[in-house]
């Protein structure tokens, strides 16, 4: 919870005004790509005009997720300028949640317009075969204190944001025209957020499907509630990189997340390219 909103919003312009800086005079980028599992190869198909850890940026915290490189990237992707979060932060990691989110608040105080955020989800439905791409049209979020708790501040967004539309209707039919075009399955879905960082049981996942949800991961509706809290469109998309608990027989592992998020990079790449020549 933020206590000193002040401080807080100091930190940000300070972050902020730091990443201008590296710029060199270019105009800031209006698109966000949020690089999940199995995006990071995408960060090499871009023309970059910096690419910096996130160590070096004045109180961004440390990605300490596996597979997460930890660095902001600006460049070129597919003719449009964008930033690309090779790295996201998790509640689980151990940062208070206004932490969490704190990139986004940077990103969005200084010109983002649009937020792209990418995940690798549990499967919840029994006929989903991973991997495949879910278009997140809504989340459920019960398990968590909100991003908005504590003291409002106002240069952010208003005191009780509307959450009827957090996922933007037009980004998810633009996406999945994409998809049709490069004959890539994408599916619309209800995305189900735990803070991790241990898998579900397979009670839980029984009690998240009968709520409505088809996947469930531990990261991006915290980023979802804070971009649309500051009018920032948000589109947000899943690769299903394994069955949740429960399902299907034998243990969930870590390793088994990665290499099927590896092995779908490739279409997750195109189609991510795919959109922003068309955004």
Request: aromatic letters at 8%; proline letters at 5%.
């Amino acid at each position: 919870m933020i206590e000193d909103k002040e401080k807080y919003l100091a930190s940000v312009k300070h972050a902020g005004d730091y990443i201008k800086g590296l710029l060199g005079g270019r105009k800031v980028p209006e698109i966000c790509i949020v690089l999940g599992s199995g995006l990071g190869p995408l960060a090499n198909t871009c023309e970059e005009y910096f690419s910096v850890p996130y160590s070096d940026i004045p109180d961004f915290p440390k990605s300490t997720a596996p597979g997460h490189a930890g660095k902001l990237i600006a460049g070129s992707l597919s003719g449009k300028d964008v930033f690309m979060m090779n790295g996201r932060f998790h509640y689980y990691e151990g940062y208070p949640i206004e932490t969490v989110v704190f990139y986004i608040r940077v990103l969005g105080m200084i010109g983002v317009k649009t937020l792209i955020l990418t995940n690798a989800a549990g499967g919840i439905k029994s006929d989903m075969v991973p991997p495949e791409f879910i278009a997140i049209e809504d989340h459920l979020t019960f398990f968590i204190e909100s991003v908005l708790r504590g003291p409002n501040i106002e240069e952010f967004g208003t005191r009780f944001p509307d959450q009827s539309a957090v996922y933007d209707k037009e980004l998810i039919a633009l996406l999945e025209d994409c998809a049709k075009g490069l004959g890539i399955k994408v599916s619309r879905g209800i995305y189900a957020y735990m803070k991790g960082p241990q898998y579900e049981t397979p009670a839980e996942i029984r009690a998240l499907r009968t709520l409505g949800a088809d996947c469930v991961g531990m990261s991006t509706v915290p980023e979802a509630v804070c971009a649309s809290h500051m009018g920032i469109r948000v589109l947000g998309m899943s690769c299903i990189t394994n069955m949740a608990a429960g399902i299907n027989k034998g243990p969930l592992s870590e390793k088994e997340v990665l290499d099927t998020a590896a092995a779908a990079s490739e279409q997750s790449c195109a189609l991510i390219k795919e959109l922003i020549g068309r955004l």
